[in-house]
Each structure stands twice: as structure tokens, then as C-alpha cells.
């Protein structure tokens, strides 16, 4: 019963700073609404027996990603484009009717699976999430993802460096 | 102890999916645009983790890791080039970016 107590109020934590996120219009506040959404997200992650993936959650995306976005809007500055007449605008009930044909579909789906213990009590588990069960599972099956995501780690570091300085000479060295 | 069925998760994961397809086709401002890409990659990663749970294995949290790992060089790359358009004194909307010439 605890579980499923946390379990709502971290969905609906979730769920509702989420609905911010898509309609604030500062984005400053959405970000910060993002923020609810992501240590929501690692409430779900730790009662799904994964702390190691909780704690980085809390860490790479709430730590260092949030903290990105907001160092870019204050950079930015709370610049809204005035008076921008949005060309798209006719087509957003289609945007709606995408998404809930999506939703729906995925619903139906679900509601369909015969998949074994779909709506059961989940077993008892082993250790599948602490940090030495996810390091053992890097190490012995997945180096080859592991060192590809380092290599994509770097690239990207490599492309900031490259778009930072191209603006730079745009400038005149500013 | 009672815990929580697997569907649970999986229909948040459909509504965190969802909520962000929707800011994805609604904004204009391609920084609230990678926010709501940041909610769908982490409606992915409950679904990943969730089954993980479900098959009592850990692959579907390596799934999860990469996808956080993705997630920030694709945050560093996006923001990079919003500061890069800014700094060219462009109106922060994706339907006026439709230059390629620098």
C-alpha cells in the first residue's frame, strides 16, 4: 500500500509539472517546473528497484542539463519575440489529434496485452540496480555501447567548442 | 508488502510521452522545444527501467543510462546552436530558421 501511495503522488507530481512544462510561456518557469518532473521521475526510478539510476537522474539531468538550460536563458535573457505571428497556428488541432490517436492506440494496446504479470503484484527481485550490478552489466555485456557513448560524449563536447567559436569570429572576437 | 503493477508505469510513461509530443508540436522556441524532448526521453527511461523491474534484469537500466548519456550531448549540441543563432541576432523561432546559408 505504501508503494502505491508514492507511487500516485510521484505520478501526479510528474504528470502535472509536465502539463507546465508544455504550456508556461516563461521559460525560465518551465524549466523550473522541468525540474519537479525529472526528481518526480527518480521517486518512479527508486520504487522500480533502480537507486544507481535515481541517484544519476538527480545528478546528470536535474544537476547538470537543468542547469545548462538555465545558464542559456539567462544568457538569452527573457526576450520573447513580440508580435512573431505563428504560421503553424491553423494546424495545431492536428497536433491534439496526433497525439490522442497516439495515446489511444498505446492504451488499447495495453489494454489488450496478454503479456505474463502485466497487472500483478510484481515478484520480489534480486539486486538488479545497485551501482555494483549496473557497473558488472556495463562491464561484462555492453563495454561496446559504453565506449560508444563516450566517443558521442566527446563529439558533442568537440561540437560546442566548434559553434562557440564560429560565433566568436562572427563577432569580431568578442 | 504490496507494490505496483507494471501497467501503472506504463501508462505514466504514455502520458509523460504524450504531454511531450504535444510541446514538441506546439512551441516555437526551440528551448522549450528541447525541454519537451527532455520529458519524452524520460517517459522512455521509466518504460526501460520499468520492464527491468518487470524481467528482475538489469539491461533495460543500461538501456536508460545511455539514454541520459544521449540526452545531455544532444542538450549540449541544441543549446549550442540556439546561442550560435541568437548571437546572429535571429528571432528564436523554428519556422524563421529555414536558412541554411551562414
Known amino acids: ?112 496485452s496478454d503479456l505474463p504479470g502485466l497487472r500483478d503484484e510484481p515478484q520480489a527481485t534480486g539486486d538488479i540496480g545497485s551501482p555494483e550490478a549496473v557497473g558488472r552489466a556495463f562491464i561484462d555485456d555492453y563495454i561496446v555501447p559504453f565506449e560508444a557513448t563516450s566517443a558521442i560524449l566527446l563529439v558533442a563536447a568537440i561540437a560546442a567548442v566548434l559553434l562557440a567559436k564560429r560565433a566568436i569570429k562572427f563577432e569580431g572576437g568578442r | ?32 522545444m528541447l525541454l519537451a524532448v527532455e520529458l519524452m526521453l524520460n517517459s522512455a527511461n521509466i518504460a526501460l527501467v520499468g520492464f527491468a523491474r518487470h524481467w528482475d534484469n538489469t539491461d533495460g537500466q543500461i538501456f536508460a543510462l545511455v539514454v541520459m548519456a544521449v540526452a545531455a550531448a544532444e542538450v549540449v549540441i541544441g543549446l549550442g546552436l540556439v546561442v550560435a543563432v541568437f548571437r546572429q541576432r535571429l528571432a528564436l523561432n523554428v519556422d524563421e530558421m529555414s536558412s541554411l546559408k551562414g
Not at chain 1, 10 to 27: D, H, M, P, R, Y
Not at chain 1, 75 to 97: H, K, N, T, V
Not at chain 2, 17 to 31: A, E, H, K, S
Open chain 1, 1 to 112: 500500500m505504501a508503494e502505491q501511495v508514492v507511487f500516485v503522488i510521484a505520478a501526479a507530481g510528474a504528470l502535472i509539472s509536465g502539463v507546465l512544462v508544455v504550456t508556461l510561456e516563461n521559460a525560465f518557469r518551465a524549466t523550473v517546473a522541468l525540474i519537479v518532473t525529472l526528481v518526480s521521475v527518480a521517486v518512479i526510478f527508486l520504487l522500480l528497484a533502480a537507486p544507481f539510476v535515481a541517484v544519476i537522474q538527480i545528478i546528470v539531468y536535474a544537476g547538470a542539463i537543468v542547469v545548462l538550460f538555465l545558464f542559456v536563458i539567462a544568457y538569452l535573457g527573457e526576450r520573447s519575440p513580440p508580435g512573431m505571428e505563428d504560421r503553424l497556428a491553423p494546424y495545431q488541432p492536428f497536433a491534439w489529434i496526433v497525439v490522442i490517436a497516439l495515446v489511444g492506440q498505446a492504451g488499447i494496446m495495453l489494454a489488450n
Open chain 2, 1 to 32: 508488502m504490496s507494490g505496483v503493477p507494471l501497467i501503472w508505469y506504463l501508462l505514466l510513461s504514455f502520458g509523460l510521452f504524450g504531454l511531450g509530443l504535444l510541446g514538441v508540436m506546439r512551441r516555437r522556441n526551440p528551448l522549450l
